[in-house]
C-alpha cells in the first residue's frame, strides 16, 4: 500500500463518543496535515424527545438522526476529500445518499469497531462505501469485509519502574464484577499489587443494582466503584506502570479491546478471556494468558516473569499512525 497523504485534505468524520478515542483518531488525521470536520454519532444532547426511546427502537430513532445530521452538515462548507464514517449506528440511505451527492470525488470509507449484531444498522449503511472495515475477524468473514484491530497511541512519557503487577480497569457490564473478585483474592494471595478502576454511570449503577437486582452490579463495595471515567492522559500513565493488563472481553464480543492493543504499545502482558488472541501476531506465551472466567486462574509465574519483546514490525503495525493508514488508504486502492 503506498504511503497516506493526507496533507491539505478536507476530512468528514462521524464518530461515536468514546472516552476520547475519537479525539485521539482526529488529532492524528489533523498531525497528518488534514482538516477534520468531526460530527458525532450520539444525539442525546440535541433531542429530549430521542433520549426518552427506548435503546432497542431503532426505527424510531432513525428520522431524529437525518434531521441531527443535516442540521450538523450545514457548517461543513468545504470539498471533502474523504467521508469517514465510524460505527455507523445511524447512516440512513437517505443521508448516504445526500453525501455522496454533495461530494462525489470523495472517498467514502467505513469502520466497524463493534459487531455488526450490536449495530446492525451499519452492514445495511455499508453498501454507501468505498472501504469497510471491521474490528471483528468473524464478521469480517461472514460479511466480506476488510479486517483491522485498533491501534495504540505512542507516548512521549519517560519509562517508570512497573510497580502495578495487575492492572484492571473495565466499564461494568456482564461478569466484570465477578473478575474483579476474583482478582482482589488471587491478588492477596499472592501478595500482588492491583491497581482496579470500575467505571459506572452513577444513574444506570443503582438502577441496575437496587431496581433490576442486575448480579453484575452487586457484592462490590460501593466505594469500588467510580462514576467519572478516567482520562486517557492517566491510563497511559498507568499503563507505563503495569506488568499485567487484565482484560475481560463481553462473552459476544469477537474483536479485541482496546486495551489488548494497548498492551501491545506499552509492552505488557495480556490476561484475557477472547481466545481468538490465540490467531494473532502478537501472541506470545510469555505475554498472554487466556482464562476461563468460570474458573478464573492467572499462573503467579506469569506475573512475575518477564515481558517477552516482540519484532518492530509488530509495534509498528497497531500504531496509530499505522492503523489511519489501512482506514482511508485501503479506499484508494
Known sequence: MAALNLKQKQILMIAPKFFGYEAMIMAELQRQGATVH?????????????RAIPANIHSLKMPFAQR?????????????????AIRGAYLSDALMNSLRERWPDALFCLYLWDSVKNTPNAILAAKHFDSVISSDMVDAREYGLGYCPLFYRKTDLPAVEKDIDLLYICSLHSQRVAIYRKLMEFAKREN?????????????????????????????AL????????????????????????DYTHPGQNGFTMRTIDSIGYRCKLATNNANILQTDFYHPNNICLYDPENFSIPVEFVREPYQELDAAVYNYYTIEAWVGRMLGGAEE
Open 38 to 50: 468531526l460530527i458525532y454519532e450520539n444525539m442525546d444532547d440535541a433531542n429530549v424527545v430521542y
Open 192 to 220: 500482588l499489587r492491583v491497581y482496579a478502576y470500575l467505571f459506572a454511570n452513577r444513574a444506570y449503577f443503582f438502577k441496575q443494582r437496587y431496581l433490576h437486582r442486575n448480579h453484575g452490579f452487586t457484592g462490590i
Open 223 to 246: 466505594g469500588a466503584i467510580q462514576h467519572k471515567t478516567i482520562s486517557i492522559d492517566e491510563l497511559l500513565k498507568l499503563y507505563q506502570r503495569s506488568k499485567v493488563i487484565v
Open 68 to 84: 441531527y445530521y443535516c442540521n450538523r452538515l450545514r457548517s461543513v462548507t468545504a470539498k471533502v476529500d474523504y467521508v469517514f
